[in-house]
Protein backbone atom coordinates (compact mmCIF):
# COMPACT_ATOMS: atom_id res chain seq x y z
CA UNK A 1 0.00 0.00 0.00
CA UNK A 2 2.91 2.18 0.42
CA UNK A 3 4.28 1.57 -2.50
CA UNK A 4 1.00 2.75 -3.95
CA UNK A 5 0.55 5.91 -2.01
CA UNK A 6 4.22 7.04 -3.08
CA UNK A 7 3.17 6.50 -6.87
CA UNK A 8 -0.30 8.25 -6.20
CA UNK A 9 1.64 10.79 -4.43
CA UNK A 10 4.54 11.18 -7.32
CA UNK A 11 1.82 11.72 -10.05
CA UNK A 12 -0.17 14.79 -8.22
CA UNK A 13 3.03 16.36 -7.47
CA UNK A 14 3.88 17.01 -10.63
CA UNK A 15 -0.16 18.10 -11.04
CA UNK A 16 1.20 20.75 -8.30
CA UNK A 17 4.11 21.69 -10.64
CA UNK A 18 1.66 22.37 -13.54
CA UNK A 19 -0.34 24.13 -10.88
CA UNK A 20 2.24 26.47 -9.73
CA UNK A 21 3.97 27.07 -13.03
CA UNK A 22 0.79 28.43 -14.26
CA UNK A 23 0.47 30.44 -11.31
CA UNK A 24 3.66 31.90 -11.68
CA UNK A 25 3.96 32.48 -15.32
CA UNK A 26 6.50 29.78 -16.41
CA UNK A 27 4.01 28.19 -17.81
CA UNK A 28 1.19 30.77 -19.26
CA UNK A 29 -2.83 29.93 -20.15
CA UNK A 30 -1.07 30.26 -23.71
CA UNK A 31 0.82 27.19 -23.32
CA UNK A 32 -1.39 24.76 -22.69
CA UNK A 33 -3.16 23.86 -26.22
CA UNK A 34 0.55 23.40 -27.27
CA UNK A 35 0.99 21.07 -24.28
CA UNK A 36 -2.14 19.27 -25.09
CA UNK A 37 -1.13 19.14 -28.91
CA UNK A 38 2.10 17.30 -27.60
CA UNK A 39 0.35 14.82 -25.63
CA UNK A 40 -2.46 13.98 -27.81
CA UNK A 41 -0.66 14.23 -30.95
CA UNK A 42 2.81 13.35 -30.41
CA UNK A 43 3.24 11.07 -26.84
CA UNK A 44 -0.05 9.82 -25.80
CA UNK A 45 0.32 7.64 -29.81
CA UNK A 46 3.34 6.41 -28.75
CA UNK A 47 2.68 5.27 -25.54
CA UNK A 48 -0.34 3.46 -26.78
CA UNK A 49 1.34 1.50 -29.79
CA UNK A 50 4.46 0.13 -27.52
CA UNK A 51 1.94 -0.63 -24.75
CA UNK A 52 -0.31 -2.61 -26.84
CA UNK A 53 2.15 -4.37 -28.98
CA UNK A 54 4.70 -4.91 -26.97
CA UNK A 55 2.32 -7.85 -25.46
CA UNK A 56 1.83 -11.29 -27.09
CA UNK A 57 -1.32 -12.48 -28.70
CA UNK A 58 -2.53 -15.76 -26.76
CA UNK A 59 -6.06 -17.33 -26.68
CA UNK A 60 -5.94 -16.06 -23.01
CA UNK A 61 -4.92 -12.00 -24.48
CA UNK A 62 -8.15 -12.56 -26.78
CA UNK A 63 -9.95 -13.39 -24.53
CA UNK A 64 -9.45 -11.35 -21.70
CA UNK A 65 -9.80 -8.37 -24.83
CA UNK A 66 -13.59 -9.25 -25.35
CA UNK A 67 -13.96 -9.40 -21.79
CA UNK A 68 -13.04 -5.79 -21.49
CA UNK A 69 -14.70 -4.54 -24.72
CA UNK A 70 -17.80 -6.40 -23.56
CA UNK A 71 -17.72 -4.90 -20.07
CA UNK A 72 -17.02 -1.45 -21.21
CA UNK A 73 -20.35 -1.10 -23.46
CA UNK A 74 -22.48 -2.43 -20.87
CA UNK A 75 -20.99 0.27 -18.25
CA UNK A 76 -21.67 3.01 -20.61
CA UNK A 77 -25.32 1.83 -22.01
CA UNK A 78 -26.29 1.41 -18.30
CA UNK A 79 -24.31 4.26 -17.21
CA UNK A 80 -26.15 6.80 -20.08
CA UNK A 81 -29.52 5.17 -19.37
CA UNK A 82 -29.46 5.98 -15.20
CA UNK A 83 -27.89 9.18 -15.64
CA UNK A 84 -30.92 10.31 -17.80
CA UNK A 85 -33.42 8.31 -15.01
CA UNK A 86 -31.11 10.45 -12.63
CA UNK A 87 -31.74 13.47 -13.78
CA UNK A 88 -35.54 13.11 -13.43
CA UNK A 89 -35.63 11.86 -10.48
CA UNK A 90 -33.35 14.73 -9.07
CA UNK A 91 -35.71 17.36 -10.31
CA UNK A 92 -32.31 18.87 -11.93
CA UNK A 93 -33.49 22.30 -13.07
CA UNK A 94 -33.18 23.85 -15.60
CA UNK A 95 -33.97 20.65 -17.80
CA UNK A 96 -31.71 22.39 -20.44
CA UNK A 97 -28.76 21.03 -18.64
CA UNK A 98 -29.58 17.73 -17.59
CA UNK A 99 -28.19 16.01 -21.30
CA UNK A 100 -24.97 17.96 -20.34
CA UNK A 101 -24.89 16.76 -16.54
CA UNK A 102 -25.71 13.30 -17.35
CA UNK A 103 -22.85 12.68 -19.83
CA UNK A 104 -20.32 14.45 -17.58
CA UNK A 105 -22.46 11.78 -14.63
CA UNK A 106 -21.32 8.55 -16.50
CA UNK A 107 -18.15 9.18 -18.87
CA UNK A 108 -14.34 8.85 -17.86
CA UNK A 109 -11.00 10.21 -18.26
CA UNK A 110 -9.79 7.20 -18.88
CA UNK A 111 -7.43 8.44 -21.57
CA UNK A 112 -5.79 11.93 -20.63
CA UNK A 113 -5.58 11.02 -17.00
CA UNK A 114 -6.54 7.02 -16.88
CA UNK A 115 -3.20 6.50 -19.18
CA UNK A 116 -0.37 7.66 -17.70
CA UNK A 117 -1.99 6.83 -14.08
CA UNK A 118 -2.69 3.27 -14.73
CA UNK A 119 0.70 2.78 -16.22
CA UNK A 120 1.91 3.77 -13.39
CA UNK A 121 0.31 1.77 -10.85
CA UNK A 122 -0.45 -1.14 -12.97
CA UNK A 123 2.17 -1.34 -15.13
CA UNK A 124 2.04 -2.25 -18.36
CA UNK A 125 0.19 -4.62 -18.71
CA UNK A 126 -2.80 -2.69 -16.80
CA UNK A 127 -2.23 0.28 -19.30
CA UNK A 128 -3.10 -2.16 -22.27
CA UNK A 129 -6.90 -2.50 -20.85
CA UNK A 130 -7.09 0.92 -20.28
CA UNK A 131 -6.51 1.34 -23.66
CA UNK A 132 -9.18 -1.04 -24.65
CA UNK A 133 -11.80 1.11 -22.21
CA UNK A 134 -10.73 4.13 -23.75
CA UNK A 135 -11.61 3.15 -27.09
CA UNK A 136 -15.11 1.81 -26.25
CA UNK A 137 -15.33 5.58 -24.48
CA UNK A 138 -14.27 7.63 -27.85
CA UNK A 139 -17.44 5.57 -29.53
CA UNK A 140 -19.67 6.40 -26.75
CA UNK A 141 -18.76 10.04 -26.51
CA UNK A 142 -19.57 10.44 -30.46
CA UNK A 143 -22.29 8.31 -30.15
CA UNK A 144 -24.88 8.26 -27.51
CA UNK A 145 -23.58 11.30 -25.77
CA UNK A 146 -24.34 13.06 -28.58
CA UNK A 147 -27.65 12.28 -28.10
CA UNK A 148 -27.22 12.55 -24.38
CA UNK A 149 -26.47 16.38 -24.81
CA UNK A 150 -29.22 16.87 -26.90
CA UNK A 151 -28.80 18.66 -30.30
CA UNK A 152 -28.58 22.36 -31.22
CA UNK A 153 -31.18 21.48 -34.08
CA UNK A 154 -28.24 21.65 -36.49
CA UNK A 155 -27.95 19.22 -38.53
CA UNK A 156 -24.57 16.52 -39.35
CA UNK A 157 -23.18 14.90 -41.92
CA UNK A 158 -22.23 11.31 -41.54
CA UNK A 159 -18.62 12.81 -42.20
CA UNK A 160 -18.55 14.97 -39.60
CA UNK A 161 -20.10 12.79 -36.89
CA UNK A 162 -17.46 10.28 -37.70
CA UNK A 163 -14.52 12.98 -38.05
CA UNK A 164 -14.07 12.97 -34.34
CA UNK A 165 -13.90 9.43 -33.41
CA UNK A 166 -10.82 9.54 -36.58
CA UNK A 167 -7.93 10.86 -33.93
CA UNK A 168 -4.65 9.58 -33.52
CA UNK A 169 -5.42 7.81 -30.20
CA UNK A 170 -7.59 5.94 -31.81
CA UNK A 171 -5.80 5.17 -35.04
CA UNK A 172 -2.87 4.72 -32.78
CA UNK A 173 -5.18 1.68 -30.64
CA UNK A 174 -6.02 0.44 -33.98
CA UNK A 175 -2.51 0.07 -35.08
CA UNK A 176 -1.59 -1.65 -32.44
CA UNK A 177 -3.48 -4.16 -31.78
CA UNK A 178 -3.28 -5.02 -36.31
CA UNK A 179 0.64 -5.30 -35.09
CA UNK A 180 -0.41 -7.42 -31.88
CA UNK A 181 -3.22 -9.58 -34.19
CA UNK A 182 -0.37 -10.28 -37.25
CA UNK A 183 2.70 -10.49 -34.94
CA UNK A 184 4.54 -8.13 -36.78
CA UNK A 185 7.35 -6.40 -34.74
CA UNK A 186 8.12 -2.96 -34.94
CA UNK A 187 12.21 -2.45 -35.21
CA UNK A 188 13.91 -2.54 -32.13
CA UNK A 189 15.78 1.05 -32.32
CA UNK A 190 12.16 2.12 -33.41
CA UNK A 191 9.94 0.55 -30.64
CA UNK A 192 12.66 2.05 -27.76
CA UNK A 193 12.16 5.38 -29.05
CA UNK A 194 8.97 5.00 -28.80
CA UNK A 195 8.92 3.78 -25.71
CA UNK A 196 10.82 6.90 -24.60
CA UNK A 197 8.72 9.43 -26.32
CA UNK A 198 5.43 7.49 -24.62
CA UNK A 199 7.31 7.89 -21.03
CA UNK A 200 6.62 11.29 -21.36
CA UNK A 201 3.04 11.31 -21.21
CA UNK A 202 3.09 11.09 -17.92
CA UNK A 203 4.63 14.12 -16.47
CA UNK A 204 3.34 15.78 -19.41
CA UNK A 205 -0.49 14.85 -19.14
CA UNK A 206 -0.15 15.96 -15.12
CA UNK A 207 1.29 19.56 -15.66
CA UNK A 208 -1.75 20.34 -18.21
CA UNK A 209 -4.18 18.88 -15.56
CA UNK A 210 -2.09 21.36 -13.25
CA UNK A 211 -2.37 24.29 -15.77
CA UNK A 212 -6.10 23.83 -15.79
CA UNK A 213 -6.67 23.96 -12.14
CA UNK A 214 -4.51 27.00 -12.08
CA UNK A 215 -7.07 28.92 -14.50
CA UNK A 216 -10.45 27.44 -12.53
CA UNK A 217 -12.86 29.42 -10.33
CA UNK A 218 -13.05 26.27 -8.07
CA UNK A 219 -14.41 28.30 -5.31
CA UNK A 220 -17.87 29.30 -7.09
CA UNK A 221 -17.83 25.56 -8.77
CA UNK A 222 -17.99 23.67 -5.48
CA UNK A 223 -20.94 25.60 -4.43
CA UNK A 224 -23.39 24.68 -7.45
CA UNK A 225 -25.96 22.45 -6.34
CA UNK A 226 -26.32 20.45 -9.28
CA UNK A 227 -22.52 19.73 -9.71
CA UNK A 228 -22.50 18.51 -6.21
CA UNK A 229 -25.15 16.09 -7.13
CA UNK A 230 -23.24 15.34 -10.17
CA UNK A 231 -20.19 14.63 -8.83
CA UNK A 232 -21.36 12.42 -5.36
CA UNK A 233 -23.26 9.86 -8.15
CA UNK A 234 -19.94 10.12 -10.65
CA UNK A 235 -17.03 9.87 -8.36
CA UNK A 236 -19.02 7.72 -5.52
CA UNK A 237 -22.11 5.52 -5.91
CA UNK A 238 -21.16 4.58 -9.69
CA UNK A 239 -17.84 3.55 -9.36
CA UNK A 240 -19.04 1.48 -5.88
CA UNK A 241 -21.73 -0.04 -7.85
CA UNK A 242 -19.39 -0.90 -10.64
CA UNK A 243 -16.80 -2.65 -8.17
CA UNK A 244 -20.02 -4.59 -6.57
CA UNK A 245 -21.17 -5.84 -9.60
CA UNK A 246 -17.46 -6.71 -11.70
CA UNK A 247 -16.73 -8.18 -8.56
CA UNK A 248 -19.10 -11.28 -9.05
CA UNK A 249 -18.46 -11.60 -12.90
CA UNK A 250 -15.92 -14.33 -13.69
CA UNK A 251 -13.71 -12.30 -15.35
CA UNK A 252 -9.28 -12.60 -15.32
CA UNK A 253 -7.95 -10.88 -12.21
CA UNK A 254 -6.48 -7.83 -14.06
CA UNK A 255 -8.30 -7.28 -17.07
CA UNK A 256 -11.48 -6.73 -14.59
CA UNK A 257 -9.90 -4.54 -11.99
CA UNK A 258 -8.58 -1.83 -14.77
CA UNK A 259 -12.63 -2.26 -15.26
CA UNK A 260 -13.27 -1.25 -12.00
CA UNK A 261 -10.42 1.62 -11.91
CA UNK A 262 -11.37 3.16 -15.05
CA UNK A 263 -14.77 4.25 -13.26
CA UNK A 264 -12.46 6.03 -10.48
CA UNK A 265 -11.69 8.60 -13.05
CA UNK A 266 -13.10 12.22 -13.18
CA UNK A 267 -15.67 13.22 -16.21
CA UNK A 268 -13.94 13.14 -19.43
CA UNK A 269 -12.56 16.62 -20.60
CA UNK A 270 -14.00 16.57 -23.83
CA UNK A 271 -17.51 17.17 -22.75
CA UNK A 272 -16.86 20.84 -22.25
CA UNK A 273 -16.44 20.86 -26.64
CA UNK A 274 -18.76 18.39 -27.42
CA UNK A 275 -21.20 20.77 -25.69
CA UNK A 276 -20.24 23.73 -27.31
CA UNK A 277 -20.63 21.89 -30.51
CA UNK A 278 -24.46 21.29 -29.45
CA UNK A 279 -25.11 24.53 -28.22
CA UNK A 280 -25.36 23.61 -24.62
CA UNK A 281 -23.89 24.70 -21.48
CA UNK A 282 -20.67 24.41 -22.31
CA UNK A 283 -19.24 26.48 -19.36
CA UNK A 284 -21.05 24.13 -16.99
CA UNK A 285 -19.77 20.97 -18.83
CA UNK A 286 -16.09 22.56 -17.69
CA UNK A 287 -16.85 23.30 -13.96
CA UNK A 288 -18.31 19.31 -13.45
CA UNK A 289 -14.97 18.14 -15.35
CA UNK A 290 -12.96 21.07 -12.59
CA UNK A 291 -14.56 19.93 -10.09
CA UNK A 292 -14.71 16.04 -10.38
CA UNK A 293 -11.02 16.01 -11.12
CA UNK A 294 -10.53 17.49 -7.84
CA UNK A 295 -12.62 14.88 -6.09
CA UNK A 296 -10.69 12.18 -8.08
CA UNK A 297 -6.90 13.67 -6.11
CA UNK A 298 -8.82 11.43 -3.67
CA UNK A 299 -10.71 8.67 -5.03
CA UNK A 300 -8.17 7.89 -7.32
CA UNK A 301 -5.59 6.67 -4.74
CA UNK A 302 -8.12 4.99 -2.71
CA UNK A 303 -9.84 2.78 -5.30
CA UNK A 304 -6.16 1.54 -6.53
CA UNK A 305 -5.19 0.43 -2.83
CA UNK A 306 -8.89 -0.66 -2.57
CA UNK A 307 -8.07 -3.13 -5.77
CA UNK A 308 -4.69 -4.06 -5.31
CA UNK A 309 -5.34 -5.25 -1.68
CA UNK A 310 -8.68 -7.20 -2.87
CA UNK A 311 -7.09 -8.91 -5.96
CA UNK A 312 -3.71 -9.02 -4.13
CA UNK A 313 -2.17 -7.12 -7.59
Sequence with gaps: MIVVFTKVLEIFAILAIGYGANKKGILPSEANQYLVNLLMIITSPCLIVTSIASKELTQDTFR?????????????????????????????????????????MCSVNSGFMGFPITLMIFGQEGLYYMVLCNIVLT???????????????????????????????????????????????????????????????????????????AESDIKSTIRDKNLIKLTFF???????????????????????????????????????????????????????????????MITIPVKAIILISVYNL
Design 64 to 104: ETMYVFAANIVFFAVGAAAALILMKVLRIEPKEDRGVLSVL
Design 139 to 213: FYLYSIAFVQIGSSGEKRTFREAVKPMLNLCILSAIIGVFLLFTGIKIPAALFELMELIGDATIPLAMIIVGMLF
Design 234 to 296: SMLVWPTVTFGVMYFIPMPVMPKAIVIFSSAFPSAAIVPALAQQQGKNAKLAAQGVSVTTLVS
